[in-house]
């Protein structure tokens, strides 16, 4: 239930894409665009009795069809994604035709001119990408080995001792910006906050001997020595373990890195893999047996931010995610509880989220889980052929339009070849499965969520849902934009005695309200989500079984009962999920089964109304029931049944413990665990959670027997409701196929309606020369695709003053005087204040068209 971000698992194609790759792949010939035949050959597992290894060369005929044309589900007939973990193979690829997209982002001035002179590819910018150096916070089983990176301020020196201005403008040739907090360049609290961050980058700006000064204190302290420049502890020298991704700019940031820690003395060990081989490592082993020391992370937002309150939970917090590596964090009590109210929206009015955010963008850069390197703004290449929508934040990869806008222009039909860094990196499963952003694309292409998000703005639009109505507790700040949502204030909102608040993980029930309160409770906010009367005839998973309500009721069950010790599914690094989803929860209600309606009461209400919705659908996002995959309720029987029994489990801590498999609903190991659980499912009839899901199922058979039909022709058990389903799996060869789905609901045209979005460019213009003590007036013009910016399009225009060393002097509103022109005045007083020498006056401006704020800068000289 809680947001997911993507680990950017690519290979920064092009040089960029800071966030994702893999090893080189077997090539996939492209399979027609226009009425041609290609032969491909793939090697796929079947599924009877027994599983068959098979060859077989398949003929494909597509003919090119003039749209517009009458079709359900997506644009194109096949998606063949191929793994190429070289940009510059990438990009010669497509030249050549030989792809069609590369859903990576791309940098580097050789990529850019290959593409300027390739002719035939468009790009996009993409900037919700981000990089770290992510440290192993654990301390070493093996008391004669020493992880620094166990001490705290040795973690908060590596801020120090990171030049991100060189990383930026050398490393990414300007396609980056230097990254300092947890706060996204792409989302609105980069305008709110500008202040606050750009105090932040002042105290951590570059300074090497200061980082050098403290890590010598806090190593001697730790019983370390240094001997002729080199730490030594217990006779041996202090070997850091550093894993660079190799597919990107992360291969040399990683060694600019590993260059940084031998200066400060460390011996360095640098192990230079792809994101597939060292993902093991840094999210699967034991922090304990200190295999790692720090990481060249990135992360990938999928949709513009419109809070990040909730990222120093994800990010700082063993509650962010049930990964060993996490588990070992150290937060303080006042931190933890900070966090947790920030994630759960816990404030009274603005001014109070104001000070919250500030004193955990604080404290989150002193605990230094991760030092923040850079944000880049780099582009994703694809054919000019290619009509896609991409996200401002999420680029291609992680949008979530991307399965049902990409096409061939005016064309219908065809098959698209899509090269991504990686594919198939980490098991798939809902509970602890594949965060991968490559991973996430595929999956996307094969589900949907109840809402997606506007790629422009970041708030919720409705899919499989209706419309909604939230209430929220008068006093609160929230605000609603889009009509399909209805918003109303109550001096209270009381939960309902029979809503469902609880849960009995013994006789595996829902417990009302009326069972688990002492006295009649309040909720903050009542979210009502409202789906179509005919969605459980329309809608059908991808082995033909109609969506139904049991489905819902399964992932509300799963959220209480793995993290429960009473489950016999009961997952121990599940539990700081469960005690983080309780926090804020009141209650779920099923107001009606047909058509569904179901109200979700709770303490956490977004700033946007449109994005508060509990939604319950059994999928990915936010207010869904599931983190890392779309699942029916007969498939999540199945992986239960393996849980329980111990032939896989869902989660790497939980696996590794046991020593056994992760569950995985694709391919390997697991395949064979689902055959036979399934199988005695259908013998026995079997429903988990009978005592409560059975109320909801009158035919388990038919599901089950669908699945097992599905899994015998394609080889997995992955299901969804999408545009297309995953038909070839082929993990060896790093491909995977995806089928156009002719029975999606949806005609395929539905989501071909957003434009270009409206992205501000600034530029400040004044005197070049202030005397101290006069006033000065400085001209902003904000400009976006080539005409001026309406006034009424733009939410605020703040500007921030610093003086020859970098302290901020005075922030302020500009004034709008006309469309594309804001005046900005510094009063008589302001420029007293001025030193004589060099100025800066900063500018952000917060447009109402997009979510993310556009940045200008002028620097002048004052004198006496």
């Known amino acids: 239930m809680k947001k997911v971000l993507f680990l950017v698992l690519a290979v920064m194609l092009a040089a960029l894409a800071a966030c994702s790759a893999e090893p080189e792949v077997v090539e996939v010939t492209r399979v027609v665009t226009e009425e041609q035949v290609v032969e491909v050959e793939v090697t796929t597992v079947v599924q009877e009795e027994v599983q068959v290894e098979v060859t077989r060369e398949v003929e494909v005929m597509v003919e090119a069809t003039i749209a517009p044309v009458d079709r359900n589900g997506g644009w194109l007939d ?163 373990i550093g894993l660079i991704r190799i597919e990107d700019t992360r291969l040399q940031i990683g060694n600019y890195v590993a260059n940084q820690l031998e200066d400060l003395g460390f011996t360095i060990e640098r192990v230079e893999r792809t994101s597939g081989e060292l993902s093991p490592l840094w999210i699967s082993s034991d922090p304990a047996e200190c295999q790692w020391n720090w990481y060249t992370g990135a992360w990938s937002q999928t949709a513009v931010d419109r809070s990040n309150a909730d990222n120093f939970d994800f990010f700082y917090n063993p509650r962010g995610v049930p990964w060993p590596s996490w588990q070992v964090y150290e937060p303080t009590p006042e931190f933890d509880a900070l966090s947790l109210r920030l994630f759960n929206n816990d404030y009274a009015d603005l001014d109070e989220r104001a000070e919250m955010m500030a004193q955990a963008l604080e404290m989150a850069s002193e605990m230094a889980t991760r030092v923040w390197v850079t944000s880049r703004t780099t582009l994703v290449p694809f054919s000019n052929d290619v009509s896609v929508t991409t996200d401002l934040a999420g680029g291609v990869s992680g949008a979530a339009l991307w399965s049902k806008t990409a096409r061939f222009a005016d064309e219908v039909g065809g098959s698209m070849t899509i090269a991504l860094p990686s594919v198939f990196t980490e098991p798939w499963n809902p509970i602890g499965g594949s965060n991968w952003v490559f991973d996430n694309m595929v999956k996307r292409g094969a589900g949907e969520p109840a809402f997606y998000s506007d790629p422009n703005t970041g708030l919720r639009i409705p899919n499989r849902a209706e419309r909604a109505e939230v209430v929220v507790e008068e006093g609160f700040p929230m605000s609603k934009t889009l009509d399909w949502v209805d918003l109303s204030f109550a001096p209270e909102i009381a939960v309902p005695d029979d809503a469902w608040a609880g849960w009995d993980a013994v006789n595996q029930v829902f417990l009302t309200a009326a069972d688990v309160y002492t006295e009649p409770q309040t909720a903050v906010f009542k979210s009502t989500v409202y789906y179509p009367e005919d969605m459980f005839e329309t809608v059908k998973w991808h082995d033909g079984s109609p969506i139904s309500v049991a489905d819902f009721v399964m992932g509300m069950i799963i ?61 990915t996002g936010g207010g869904e029931a599931y983190d890392f995959a779309d699942v029916a309720w007969h498939n999540m029987a199945i992986m239960l049944r393996g849980e329980e029994n111990g032939g896989f489990a869902f989660t790497p801590d939980k696996a590794e413990a046991n020593e056994i498999e992760r569950t995985n609903m694709i391919a390997g190991p697991s395949l064979e665990v689902w055959a036979t659980e399934l199988a005695a499912a259908i013998e026995e009839g079997w429903i988990p959670y009978a005592a409560t899901l059975g109320e909801y199922i009158d035919d388990p058979m038919t599901s089950y027997n669908n699945l097992s039909e599905f899994a015998r022709r394609y080889g997995h058990y992955y299901l969804g409701t999408g545009a297309y389903f995953l038909s070839g799996v082929f993990p060896v060869e790093g491909q995977a196929i995806m089928t156009h789905n002719p029975n999606h609901p949806d005609a395929a045209n539905r989501w071909d309606r957003f434009s270009a979005p409206a992205i501000a460019e600034v530029e400040v213009d004044g005197p070049g020369r202030v005397t101290i003590g006069d006033e000065a007036v400085f001209d902003v013009y904000v400009d976006a695709l080539g005409e001026t910016y309406a006034v009424d399009d733009i939410n605020n225009v703040q500007y921030l003053l610093f003086d020859a060393t970098g302290q901020q002097i005075e922030q302020g509103l500009a004034e709008a005087v006309e469309d594309g022109l804001w005046s900005v005045t510094l009063s008589a007083d302001t420029t007293s204040m001025l030193a004589e020498g060099s100025n800066r006056l900063e500018v952000v401006v917060v447009s109402n068209l997009v979510a993310i704020p556009s940045l200008g800068s002028f620097e002048f000289v004052t004198a006496p």
């Open 559 to 619: 959220n209480f009962d793995l993290g429960n010790p009473d489950s016999p599914y009961y997952d121990e690094s599940k539990a700081p999920d469960l005690d983080q989803f309780l926090s804020a929860f009141k209650g779920i209600r099923i107001v009606s089964t047909d058509p569904l309606v179901i109200e979700h009461y709770g303490d956490n209400p977004s700033l946007d109304a449109e994005n508060s919705i509990y939604s319950w659908w059994p999928g």
């Open 78 to 240: 096949t998606i063949v994604f191929t793994q190429e973990p070289n940009q510059d193979s990438a990009i010669a690829r497509l030249a050549a035709g030989d792809i069609d997209m590369f859903a990576d982002d791309v940098a580097g001035a050789a990529i850019l001119s290959a593409i300027a002179d390739a002719g035939n590819i468009q790009t996009r910018t993409q900037y919700g990408l981000y990089d770290e150096i992510f440290f192993n916070n654990g301390a070493c089983a093996d008391e004669a080995v020493l992880n620094p990176f166990h001490n705290q301020k040795i973690r908060e020196a590596m801020n120090w001792a990171i030049d991100r201005d060189y990383v930026a403008d050398e490393l990414y040739a300007g396609l980056a910006v230097p990254k300092f907090t947890t706060i996204s360049e792409a989302g609105a609290d980069r305008g709110r906050f500008a202040a606050e961050i750009r105090a932040i980058e002042a105290k951590y700006a570059y300074d090497l001997e200061k980082a050098r000064e403290i890590i010598t204190a806090e190593m001697e302290g730790l019983g370390a020595t240094l001997e002729d420049g080199k730490w030594v502890y217990n006779g041996e020298p202090v070997t850091l």
